[in-house]
RNA sequence: CGGGGUGUAGCGCAGCUUGGUAGCGCGGCUGGUUUGGGACCAGUAGGUCGUAGGUUCGAAUCCUAUCACCCCGACCA
């Protein structure tokens, strides 16, 4: 892309609304901004990263044989009903009328929508296991919204549901989720942990979060060496003690901040018992169909991301989820016709390599160029002016490092790709 | 919802205490010189001071109400 075509929208100063430095940063590196308290709009560049995430998650989901759907966000009151919810979930459960004086909501999770689905159209444990996932807008009438995307009322989640005709069944897919979900936190380049943690209101037995591993995290986690723990609420439980101090000298563990990203759980039969989700089994009876559900914030990973990686001089993205993988720098190409001629051929040269490149072409000078793409966090720097295009190279830099080289072309290519 | 705070130009802010009709920096636009780490010179546009009401000869400034936004707490991917 060139930046001509791909509008960047940087800022010097910080909005005075943005406390937190993921906040700050992605307002001011142009990746969203606001509509109002808890919403946010994606500029190109957060869109981008947005789709990087959500890809990794689809290979690792598809990998384990789970399908890719896609339901309603605005779902009607009757379903909400019959599991109980309607009544349960409170006011974060954003409610609304149509012009039949039907009730409806706004879906902050989907167990009923899937449930309904599945009963449909599942009568036989031959048709089990089924395994399905959306990635879609979740909207949560959030109490207090805060942080930018961190506690956004309208944000993008991906939720899976898995759906057995036994609790064997089920244990053996949550397992398996658990190691999808270790291998898309590998993947997406960030320090993680998953925890023991309390199913809250969702329902169910058993649940697992994962959380990325940040200073500035809201979350307490309790880990061990191996980075394995618990969370701070079911340590709490657990050893019988409030206090933090005292429940880090009792457990010997390790206390860490952390971002809580993931949430899986074993549902059981919650969602099936009170809609009537059933199944035939092999023996000619009926039961209500065992169900897990398996959740990733996306667009709080986006955040995450950034509160993990970061420094005074802005985002510092991992090559898994940058929006580009190299900016090509021109110095002075709307008079020079050589630089301008040698830049474009260096970015054909890129982007026939595959690589994910993003060519300035803005006139503007070197030091706001360079101070916007190490602000927006792009790995690789190249740079261009009228010395590199006689001498047939380009300069060189990392954004995690300060020096800078002159190179053949060549062999840059070669270190980038490798 | 309880506690605290902020609304003045696109962004960051000053002015408010002690009323007299709005200013600075950045950004924008035009022209020129520039472009090797956020350039310089000259010019220029842009604000019913969140909204409504009140006090006053006169309100950004004082009073009342209201809305929005932010922070702390309860809740959460």
Redesign the pocket.
Known sequence: MRVSHFPIF???????????IS?KLMI?SGMIR?L????YSWLPLGLRVIKKIEDIIRIELEKIGCSEILMPSVQPSELWQESGRWDQY?P?LLRFTDRHQRDFCLG??FEEVITDLIRKDVSSYKQLPINLFQIST?F?D????????????E???K?AYSFHANQQSLDEAYEVYKTAYNNIFKNLMLDFTVVD??????GGNE?N??HVIADTG??DLLLDDQLKGMNI?IAKVKYGEDDLEALIKKTNLTHKKG?????I?KLGQKYSETMKAKVTTKDSKTVDMFMGCY???????VAAAIEQLHDD??IKWPASITPFNTVIIE??????SD?RAYCESVYESFIEKDIETIYDDR??????????W??IGIPN?V????????NNTV?F?KRSS?S?S?MDINNLLDEIIS
């Open positions: 940087t800022l010097k100063d910080t909005p005075a609304d943005a406390e937190v906040h001011r606001k109002s308290s808890g919403q409170g974060e902050p999770t979740k949560r959030e109490i207090r919204p805060r942080f930018g995307v961190m506690r956004a009322r944000f993008i989640m939720d943690a309390d199913s809250g209101n969702i649940s979060e994962f809201e979350d609420e971002i809580e990203v993931g949430h759980f959740g990733i914030g996306v667009t709080r990973i001089k802005g110095i002075d190409g709307h008079k020079n630089v006139d503007a000078n070197l030091g706001k160029k360079i101070k916007d190490e602000l720097i740079i261009i002016g009228k010395n590199e295009s006689n300069i830099k300060e800078k002159e």
